[in-house]
C-alpha cells in the first residue's frame, strides 16, 4: 500500500471500551478514512484483508490517547497546527474560532450534515426502552416523552446544550410518535 510519506498524528479519546463505540470508530471513522485516502491501494484487498488495515488503530505513535477530555484534544490541536483530532461535534463547535474541520468524503461536519446523516462518522443516539417495564418501572413513559418533546430534542431544547443535534422536525415527530406509541422496534 502506497501512502503518503507526510507524517500524521491523530490525538483521540481512549480506545473506546464499549463495543458500540468500537464499532462507530472502526467501521465509520477508520473505514472510511482508509478509503479516502488510500482507495487504490486497498481495491483488490479481500474482505478479511480489508477489515485487517481499516478496523485496526495503529500502535506505532501515530494515535495519541488523550483520555477522556475534550478539552485537552482541543488544545493540543491549537498547539500542534499539523495534528487531527476525534472528538464530539459541540467541542469543534465551541473552537470554530481556533480550528478547523476535516472533510470526509467531500464533507464538513456541520450540524445540517450531521442531522441529515451526511457527515460518514456522524452517527444518530438512539436510546431503547423495554415494552414490559412501561407501567412496572415508575417514569419510563414520562422519561421518553420527555426525551423526545421539543423542549428537550427540538430546534431550542436544552439537549442542545448537551451537544445534540436536533433532528429535522418531521423525524422528531415520527419518533415522538413511535415513543408515546411504545412502536417495537424492526431490524
Do not use: W
Not at 485496526?56 to 499539523?82: C, H, Y
Not at 445540517?112 to 423495554?130: G, T
Not at 431550542?156 to 415527530?173: M, N, R, S, T
Amino acid at each position: 500500500m502506497s501512502l503518503s510519506v507526510e507524517h500524521v498524528l491523530v490525538q483521540g479519546q481512549q480506545r473506546p471500551r464499549r463495543e458500540e463505540e468500537v464499532q462507530v470508530l472502526e467501521r465509520l471513522g477508520q473505514e472510511v478514512g482508509v478509503h479516502a485516502v488510500a482507495q487504490p491501494a486497498v481495491a483488490d484487498m479481500s474482505e478479511d484483508d480489508m477489515e485487517g488495515v481499516c478496523q485496526s488503530v495503529r500502535e506505532d505513535g501515530a494515535f495519541i490517547e488523550a483520555g477522556e477530555n475534550d478539552n485537552l484534544i482541543v488544545q493540543k490541536l491549537i498547539d500542534d497546527k499539523g495534528m487531527y483530532g476525534v472528538f464530539g461535534y459541540s467541542f469543534l463547535e465551541e473552537n470554530a474560532d481556533r480550528l478547523q474541520a476535516a472533510t470526509l468524503n467531500g464533507m464538513i461536519p456541520t450540524a445540517e450534515a450531521i442531522a441529515a446523516d451526511e457527515y460518514p462518522v456522524a452517527r444518530s443516539l438512539f436510546f431503547y426502552v423495554k415494552k414490559e417495564h412501561v407501567g412496572t418501572i415508575p417514569g419510563i413513559a414520562e422519561f421518553v416523552g420527555e426525551f423526545t418533546s421539543d423542549d428537550a430534542a427540538g430546534e431550542d431544547g436544552y439537549l442542545l446544550d448537551k451537544g445534540l443535534i436536533p433532528l429535522p422536525q418531521a423525524d422528531l415527530e415520527a419518533y415522538r410518535k413511535a415513543g408515546a406509541d411504545l412502536t417495537p422496534l424492526s431490524l
